[in-house]
C-alpha cells in the first residue's frame, strides 16, 4: 500500500469524510456530449459561474424584441415608429448573425414591406 492510500485509508477510519455537503445525493452531472471538447471546460466555468457570453445575452433579447415586434405588425400599431423599431432590431440581428460562433442558428430579420404586402391580399 503506498503513502497516499494510507492517508485515505486513516482519514476514513477518522470519519473525516462524513457528513459531507451533498453526502449521499446523486451527483449532477451535465450532458456535454454536444459541446467540442476543447470549450467544455469553458461553459463549465461559464456556468459554475452564472456567467452567460454576450453573444447568447443579445440573441436571448432579441428573441424577446422579435416576438414583441410581430405581435405589433400583426396589429398595425403605429406604423412608422414600428417601422423604425425594426430596422434597428434587423441592424441588431444582422450584427448577432455577424458574431456567433458558427453552428448557432441566426436571428430572422422582418421585412416589413412582405408583411405589408401578405396582409393586403
Do not use: C
Not at 35 to 46: D, F, G, N, Q, V
Not at 103 to 120: C, E, F, N, P, S
Amino acid at each position: 500500500m503506498n503513502l497516499m492510500d494510507e492517508i485515505l485509508r486513516e482519514a476514513i477510519e477518522r470519519g473525516d469524510f462524513q457528513d459531507l455537503p451533498g453526502q449521499g445525493k446523486p451527483l449532477s452531472l451535465p450532458d456535454d456530449s454536444h459541446t467540442p471538447e476543447s470549450l467544455r471546460m469553458a461553459h463549465k466555468l461559464l456556468s459554475d459561474n452564472d456567467l452567460v457570453p454576450e453573444w447568447m445575452a443579445e440573441g436571448q433579447e432579441l428573441d424577446t424584441l422579435f416576438t414583441r415586434l410581430m405581435q405589433e405588425v400583426e396589429s398595425n400599431a403605429g406604423m412608422t415608429v414600428l417601422a423604425e423599431r425594426i430596422s434597428e432590431y434587423n441592424r441588431r440581428a444582422l450584427t448577432y448573425n455577424l458574431r456567433v460562433p458558427k453552428g448557432v442558428v441566426h436571428k430572422r430579420m422582418i421585412d416589413l414591406k412582405a408583411r405589408k404586402k401578405r396582409t393586403i391580399r
